[in-house]
């Protein structure tokens, strides 16, 4: 059995570089680029569809405030 004094760290040091590009820049991206989608997603909120137009209300688009009147039943 190694003695902990004997225990360098020279291996790891070694080959630690070679496995870290690969999953820095092939396999952690794609789960980094997935959280940050589902975080723009969620604060999109899901007020329209893609591809529909905005609603046409006045109420909703501030009608109130450039002084037009609403529609009347």
Not at 12 to 30: E, T
Not at 53 to 68: I, K, V
């Amino acid at each position: 059995m190694a003695d902990m004094t004997q225990m360098t760290g020279d291996y790891a040091i070694s080959w630690l570089p070679w496995i870290m590009i690969p999953m820095v820049f092939y396999i952690l991206p794609f789960p980094i680029i997935a959280i940050v989608f589902l975080w723009i997603e969620r604060e999109g909120g899901g007020e329209q569809a893609m591809g529909q137009d905005l609603p046409s209300q006045p109420e909703l688009m501030g009608a109130e405030s450039m002084g037009a009147t609403p529609p009347r039943p």
